[in-house]
């Protein structure tokens, strides 16, 4: 069965080349770069992996993304993330799809909180024009503008990255409504990368089990994705990658079809198209 982990943020260990921003979000010593991450792969049976920008640690400078992607595109798929409120940015998804073979950008709202934006339209358009897909990061305020979007980009291929934040708690219900409202945009995928950021336990995460299959559900597995939120040791400190992908291997009361679909073939459709 083909595996393709879909959510991997990278850090380099060479600083100089690759400059964090002041005050980065850091992951432990010796975790988190390219190299840590093919370990994990291998070690796990996971053939493809999803390189996104980290924000938290670069902002707009995706330099270790860019040469990270051209220089292994044999298993990775690199997305980055642009500043909607610099006009140049459309230009430049093209040139990094054209240059380094990316293959996606993580969209996230103009420095005014405005998701539906004329600089984050203009970069929809760059990704619909050049064939690229959209990671939507969003939190569940910017519903009513993700649907003005979506509805405006229905050939634009777009994942809704960690569903809204769906977590464990009070608002665990009124997100998961949100959720499911959107999947009646066929064009938008279900990052179901929640479990173990939103669980108030460890491995294996039950309290969110039955949220993901009603995500599931009203998706399709054709249009879900699992990703590990690599390094687990700084995004999932009670979950390892391992757990983590067990969660969906065996745990989840999945059919042998629908893991198929979630655990690689959807991915493979959204960034690894003409591959097996």
Partial sequence: MLVVDTHAHI?????????????????????????????????????????????????????????????????????CTLDPDDPHSPGLLKHFAEKYGLR?????????????????????????????????????NKLAEAERMLAAFPKLRVVLDHCLNL???????PILADVLRLARFKNLHAKLTFIPTGSATGYPCADLHAPC?????????????????????????RVTYAEHLRIFQKDLPLKDAAREQILGETARRLWFSGTK
């Fill in 11 to 79: 850090y380099s260990p060479d600083e100089k080349k690759y400059p964090p921003i002041e005050k980065p979000y850091r992951p432990p010593a010796g975790k988190g770069s390219l190299e840590h991450l093919r370990e994990s792969t291998k070690a796990n049976g996971v053939e493809k992996a999803c390189l996104i920008q980290t924000s938290t640690f670069y902002r707009f400078d995706n330099r270790y993304i860019c040469d990270s992607a051209v220089a292994n595109k044999d298993w990775t798929a690199g997305v």
């Fill in 104 to 140: 996606g950008m993580r969209s996230i709202p103009a420095k005014d909180g405005r998701l539906d934006h004329t600089g984050v339209r203009a970069l929809w358009k760059s990704a619909t024009d050049n064939g690229l897909v959209i990671n939507v990061l969003i939190s569940r």
């Fill in 167 to 173: 977590k464990a708690g009070p608002e665990m219900e």
């Fill in 213 to 237: 299959m009603k995500i599931i559900e009203a998706y399709g597995p054709e249009r879900c994705i699992w990703g590990s939120d690599f390094p687990c040791e700084l995004w999932t400190p």
